[in-house]
């Protein structure tokens, strides 16, 4: 496959969407960076891919709808002419209301954006890599959806937990025709939206708790997703990867 590889990656206009699109471009890649709204921050994550060594082109789209999912497919292979990695990234609306509280529509809208969001772009990814005889699936997860540490994360854990288990049927269904799925699942990283929302004392007291003894970063998670993308995750299939810091094995 050379070292001019081609991924997609949803939600890439910033956090770890913009983060794995970078680490992507280190390694010599072609990325496709989607975003739904923030086209400034996009064209600025091409430009960080072309400046690590790699290329670009920033394409928006609402990968929950099957009609943009597939046309953003469709744009990378006009782009670049083949599609080697997937990342679905995109992040759909959290709620964090404890179940007592919670609608079923919002319950019910959060499962199924999630499932959408990975759904239709795999399903038009997935045309083109069994064609090819090869390619990585990578969806990004979170550790709620095994771990049930924040209760009013109800909707949240079982939304990426569905997505887990969606990963993993696609690596064994899929694993004949050369094509690798699995989940990269974060714990608490600090993005710019989650300092926003989250005091410093809880930011203190999750590092305190965690045994590298600090709270995740974007680049954390982009390293791994880029690596299990690329070569290196050849033999890597229906895995889930924590990314805590340790956090996960401490419980």
């Given at each position: 496959?050379?070292?001019?590889?081609?991924?997609?990656?949803?939600?890439?206009?910033r956090g770890i969407g913009a983060s794995t699109a970078v680490e992507l471009g280190k390694r010599g890649?072609?990325v496709v960076v989607n975003y739904f709204s923030r086209a400034a921050d996009a064209h600025q994550v091409?430009?960080?891919?072309?400046?690590?060594?790699?290329?670009?082109?920033?394409?928006?789209?609402?990968?929950?709808?099957?009609?943009?999912?597939?046309?953003?497919?469709?744009?990378?292979?006009?782009?670049?002419?083949?599609?080697?990695?997937?990342?679905?990234?995109?992040?759909?609306?959290?709620?964090?209301?404890?179940?007592?509280?919670?609608?079923?529509?919002?319950?019910?809208?959060?499962?199924?954006?999630?499932?959408?969001?990975?759904?239709?772009?795999?399903?038009?990814?997935?045309?083109?890599?069994?064609?090819?005889?090869?390619?990585?699936?990578?969806?990004?997860?979170?550790?709620?959806?095994?771990?049930?540490?924040?209760?009013?994360?109800?909707?949240?854990?079982?939304?990426?937990?569905?997505?887990?288990?969606?990963?993993?049927?696609?690596?064994?269904?899929?694993?004949?025709?050369?094509?690798?799925?699995?989940?990269?699942?974060?714990?608490?990283?600090?993005?710019?939206?989650?300092?926003?929302?989250?005091?410093?004392?809880?930011?203190?007291?999750?590092?305190?708790?965690?045994?590298?003894?600090?709270?995740?970063?974007?680049?954390?998670?982009?390293?791994?997703?880029?690596?299990?993308?690329?070569?290196?995750?050849?033999?890597?299939?229906?895995?889930?990867?924590?990314?805590?810091?340790?956090?996960?094995?401490?419980?």
């Open positions: 496959m050379g070292n001019h590889q081609v991924a997609v990656v949803t939600g890439a206009g890649y072609r091409v430009d960080a891919v072309r400046a690590a060594g790699g290329d670009g082109v920033a394409v928006p789209g609402d990968v929950r709808d099957p009609d943009q999912a597939a046309s953003l497919i469709s744009t990378a292979m006009e782009q670049f002419g083949q599609l080697d990695a997937l990342v679905c990234n995109a992040a759909t609306p959290v709620r964090f209301t404890p179940f007592g509280e919670l609608a079923w529509n919002d319950f019910a809208t959060k499962v199924t954006d999630e499932l959408a969001a990975a759904f239709h772009v795999t399903a038009a990814a997935l045309k083109i890599m069994t064609a090819q005889g090869h390619g990585r699936l990578v969806f990004v997860s979170s550790d709620m959806a095994t771990h049930s540490a924040v209760p009013s994360g109800i909707a949240h854990g079982t939304a990426k937990a569905a997505l887990n288990t969606f990963a993993r049927y696609l690596a064994v269904e899929y694993g004949p025709s050369g094509i690798t799925a699995n989940v990269v699942s974060p714990g608490y990283i600090r993005t710019g939206n989650s300092a926003a929302n989250a005091p410093a004392d809880v930011t203190e007291t999750l590092a305190a708790q965690t045994p590298l003894r600090r709270v995740g970063v974007p680049d954390d998670v982009g390293r791994v997703i880029a690596a299990i993308a690329d070569d290196a995750g050849s033999f890597v299939t229906g895995t889930i990867i924590p990314v805590t810091g340790g956090l996960h094995a401490a419980r």
